[in-house]
T-cell receptor, first 110, second 112 residues
């Protein structure tokens, strides 16, 4: 099956800084999503982005499917951005089977 | 539009017991997937149901089973609970052809 690797595993920032999270996947995908897990465990959808570029406020994401990676950009970070960010993908006929990376733990200090 | 609803939110069970978790998908979604999250193993796929049929299955023992009803609601059952089954169980729903998955709030199971 698809392998998903995220980097870096941990990221510590000062409020106002920008950051880039990376997700590498091992095969062609029909689904690539970015999530933020809140303190209560729920996965909050950030982007559904199997290819191309999307932006939502201070967050944007780019997936280069031919090179098998995706990037999540966070600009002007805030303390409320802290938490765990996951990338997940699915490929082939495994529509409902998401493979998750190990996550990036982001800590934003005031 | 209501989101994905999981019940119960918290559960404490004793080793050897069995447990049933429930997941109601977003209206119109026919695919329901289940995931287990533990500190050591991360988020792992359990199984996916689509139109009452198991379409994909992860690498979990047979003690983990599931089903889906005609209204797309799904249940997951774990029999003969072990301490290692303590985890956050998440379910997700998506449309017919895959697409974006949406997750419920999860059920936190503690086995003592």
């Amino acid at each position: 099956g698809i392998q998903v690797e995220q980097s870096p595993p941990d990221l510590i920032l000062q409020e106002g800084a920008n950051s880039t999270l990376r997700c590498n996947f091992s095969d062609s995908v029909n689904n690539l999503q970015w999530f933020h897990q809140n303190p209560w465990g729920q996965l909050i959808n950030l982007f559904y982005i199997p290819s191309g570029t999307k932006q939502n406020g201070r967050l944007s994401a780019t997936t280069v499917a031919t090179e098998r990676y995706s990037l999540l950009y966070i600009s002007s970070s805030q303390t409320t951005d802290s938490g765990v960010y996951f990338c997940a993908s699915a490929g082939g006929t495994s529509y409902g089977k998401l493979t998750f990376g190990q996550g990036t733990i982001l800590t934003v200090h005031p | 539009k209501a989101g994905v609803t999981q019940t119960p939110r918290y559960l404490i069970k004793t080793r050897g017991q069995q447990v049933t978790l429930s997941c109601s998908p977003i209206s119109g979604h026919r695919s329901v997937s289940w995931y287990q999250q533990t500190p050591g193993q991360g988020l792992q796929f359990l199984f996916e149901y689509f139109s009452e049929t198991q379409r994909n299955k992860g690498n979990f023992p047979g003690r983990f089973s599931g089903r889906q009803f005609s209204n797309s609601r799904s249940e997951m059952n774990v029999s003969t609970l072990e301490l290692g089954d303590s985890a956050l169980y998440l379910c997700a729903s998506s449309g017919q052809g895959g697409g974006e998955a949406f997750f419920g709030q999860g059920t936190r199971l503690t086995v003592v």
